[in-house]
T-cell receptor, first 114, second 115 residues
Framework: NAGVTQTPKFRILKIGQSMTLQCTQDMNHNYMYWYRQDPGMGLKLIYYSVGAGITDKGEVPNGYNVSRSTTEDFPLRLELAAPSQTSVYFC?????????????FGDGTRLSIL | AQSVTQLGSHVSVSEGALVLLRCNYSSSVPPYLFWYVQYPNQGLQLLLKYTSAATLVKGINGFEAEFKKSETSFHLTKPSAHMSDAAEYFCAVSDRGGGGNKLTFGTGTQLKVEL
């Protein structure tokens, strides 16, 4: 039972490079989310999606883009990497059956921008 | 807008002692509340959730939390700490109908368990 799978687990980028963080879930969840976690700051929502073809901004969307072409996949793209984007990124998903459903998290991608 | 405050970024207890991690929320509607645990280099795992069915909620690993509307609190407790409880704990509130079941997280409490 895979749940939410994120790749890669670690990555080092140079300033100005671009990359895509991959996220896939096998629970047939409609809702998916991207967070970043910085020390002492908790988790901040970057983008979320309520279904294939529908995405919306969260609290900290600047410098990121997302797409949702299928129910399973929700990639996060960094176009021009900046040192401020050094963080741990988590993808999550939840059922849309009702609003008390918990979110299920992947193990994260640790990204360093140098 | 909803928010969550976790008092104490670091809590240290002795093995076998009571664990108390504090969470206060702010929400304009009756909230759904969650506690998650994060072990090193892992994602977040659900400990328990409050969805208005009962004010005392029991979760995994012997943890429980009590919803107190008058105090806008949802503190996490465990009667006897174990070394394996050392982790970071996050309290979160759901937007409840705002679209997408978005969560707002507290800043986390790092729990250290000492011999």
């Amino acid at each position: 039972n895979a749940g939410v799978t994120q790749t890669p687990k670690f990555r080092i980028l140079k300033i100005g490079q671009s990359m895509t963080l991959q996220c896939t879930q096998d629970m047939n969840h409609n809702y998916m989310y991207w967070y970043r976690q910085d020390p002492g700051m908790g988790l901040k929502l970057i983008y979320y999606s309520v279904g294939a073809g529908i995405t919306d901004k969260g609290e900290v969307p600047n410098g990121y883009n997302v797409s949702r072409s299928t129910t399973e996949d929700f990639p996060l793209r960094l176009e021009l990497a900046a040192p401020s984007q050094t963080s741990v990124y988590f993808c999550a998903s939840s059922s849309s059956l009702n609003s008390n459903q918990p979110q299920h998290f992947g193990d994260g991608t640790r990204l360093s921008i140098l | 807008a909803q928010s969550v405050t976790q008092l104490g970024s670091h809590v240290s207890v002795s093995e076998g002692a009571l664990v108390l991690l504090r969470c206060n929320y702010s929400s304009s509607v009756p909230p759904y509340l969650f506690w998650y645990v994060q072990y090193p280099n892992q994602g977040l795992q659900l400990l328990l959730k409050y969805t208005s069915a009962a004010t005392l909620v029991k979760g995994i690993n012997g943890f429980e939390a009590e919803f107190k509307k008058s105090e806008t609190s949802f503190h996490l407790t465990k009667p006897s700490a174990h070394m394996s409880d050392a982790a970071e704990y996050f309290c979160a509130v759901s937007d409840r109908g705002g679209g997408g079941n978005k969560l707002t997280f507290g800043t986390g409490t790092q729990l250290k368990v000492e011999l």
